[in-house]
């Protein structure tokens, strides 16, 4: 009979083949137990995002067996738990990572990106929030179908405080707030920068969010006051960067890069949108490279994307079959991950540190 230390000790020095560090140093293995003459070894995977398990089952395999006597059997089992550093904790928020999305000028399809990214990683079973930051043309209510008004709901601290906040509006599960929830259709917002700050504030330390592996923030255009007020609110996990392929877009592009260098929020990674015949192809791509900095993945241009978005079915579009469903998949695996490494380099806390 295999022995369960050595088993865990061979485990352990197997090499995650996405992270590039051994799963003992990256706790990733969470339980090796045998049962009768089943030999089950658990992995704890960073994100439920994580691409391929298949490649780390194969993996275990390939160690333990050699290990086993004649009548053991090996199984491989993975139980996904989003890691983080508490993004949220500054402003007394249960969320463990919150990620901003933008870009340097508008009509990139940056709110489309955000949606898709929070719809697919709820699809893949994150607890997901989504917060429409573009106070002054928020689109995130009609891509998703959501309208109404939030309530309100009292909360206690634990500590016989009470405090009134606004309850998310629900999709299936995924949690929305926006400035479109508390206007009419076709009226504008006239705000300058305090009033723009104060509303922030209020949609992320007012909300109740309740407990959450990722709020996708879906930034306004440029590099104005609203990056710069979430940079001094919350520890942002990061920055995804959405761009056309043109050249004109990532010149805009690459100053969001600066900007987020200059508040010191982490780049995730450039995703390319609307990529094909009209715009090129391959632009983002090239200078990700040139800045050192992830490419998260490109975004073809196909229609059924305008439909879903027209249509108010962004959930839909990252369930049901569609040319554009495996592209969008891919780019928010490339974002969960990329979020994982983060924790992983970052020399600020204990690698991959559960919260």
Same mark, same amino acid.
């Given at each position: 009979? /295999? ?21 003992? @140093? ?13 030999? +089950?070894?658990?992995?704890?995977? &960073?994100?439920?995002?994580?691409p391929? &398990?298949?490649?780390? @089952?194969? !993996? ?5 067996t050699?290990?086993?006597d004649?009548?053991q059997?090996?199984?491989v /089992?993975?139980r =996904? ?19 901003a ?6 009509g ?6 955000? !949606? ?21 043309? &928020?689109?995130i =209510? ?7 008004? $939030? ?6 601290d634990?500590?016989g405080?009470k405090?009134?906040r606004?309850? &998310?509006i629900?999709v ?8 479109g929830f508390?206007i009419?259709q076709?009226?504008? *917002?006239?705000?300058?920068g ?19 592996d ?5 930034? $306004?255009?440029g590099?104005? @006051? ?7 609110? *919350?520890?942002l996990a ?17 100053k969001?890069?600066?900007?987020y ?8 990674g450039? *995703?390319?949108n609307?990529?094909?015949e ?12 040139? %800045? ?6 490109? +975004? ?9 978005? @027209?249509?108010?079915q962004?959930?839909?579009? %990252?369930?049901e079959?569609n =040319?554009?469903?495996? =592209? ?14 983060? %924790?992983?380099?970052?020399?600020s ?7």
């Open positions: 009979m /295999a022995r369960v230390e050595q088993v865990r000790s061979v485990v352990s020095q197997i090499q995650d083949p996405e992270l590039g560090q051994s799963l003992g @140093d990256l706790r990733m293995v969470q339980d090796v137990k045998a049962d009768g003459n089943r030999l +089950i070894v658990t992995i704890e995977l &960073p994100t439920p995002a994580y391929q &398990p298949g490649r780390l @089952d194969e !993996a275990v395999r390939q160690k333990v050699p290990l086993l004649a009548d059997t090996v199984e /089992a993975f =996904p738990v989003v890691r983080g550093r508490d993004a949220g904790g500054r402003v007394g928020l249960k969320i463990h990572n919150i990620i999305v933008g870009s340097g000028k508008g990139v399809g940056k709110s489309t990106v955000a !949606a898709a990214i929070a719809c697919g990683l709820h699809s893949m079973g994150c607890r997901v929030g989504l917060m429409d930051a573009d106070v002054y043309g &928020p689109s =209510p009609h891509m998703m179908g959501a309208s109404g008004r $939030p309530g309100a709901t009292e909360i206690e634990g500590q405080n405090f009134v606004m309850e &998310p629900d299936s599960g995924l949690k929305l707030i926006s400035m508390f009419e076709g009226q504008s *917002v006239v705000w300058r305090p009033m723009l700050h104060k509303a922030l504030t209020q949609f992320l330390k007012d909300t109740a969010w309740g407990e959450l990722y709020l996708i923030i879906d930034l $306004p255009p590099t104005g @006051d609203v990056s710069l007020t979430l940079s001094q609110l *919350v520890g990061g920055a995804v960067v959405v761009c056309t392929p043109q050249q004109v877009a990532l010149l805009d592009a690459i969001a890069v600066d900007m260098q200059k508040v010191n929020v982490p780049i995730l450039f *995703v390319e609307m990529s094909g009209i715009f090129g192809r391959g632009g983002a791509r090239k200078v990700a490279e040139e %800045l050192k900095v992830p490419f998260l993945g490109e +975004i073809p241009m196909h229609g059924c994307i305008r439909e879903y978005c @027209d249509r108010g962004m959930l839909q579009m %990252l369930t079959e =040319p554009a469903l495996e =592209p969008l998949k891919a780019v928010c695996r490339s974002v969960a991950m990329q979020v994982v490494r983060e %924790l992983v380099k970052s020399p806390g204990p690698t991959l540190e559960i919260l």
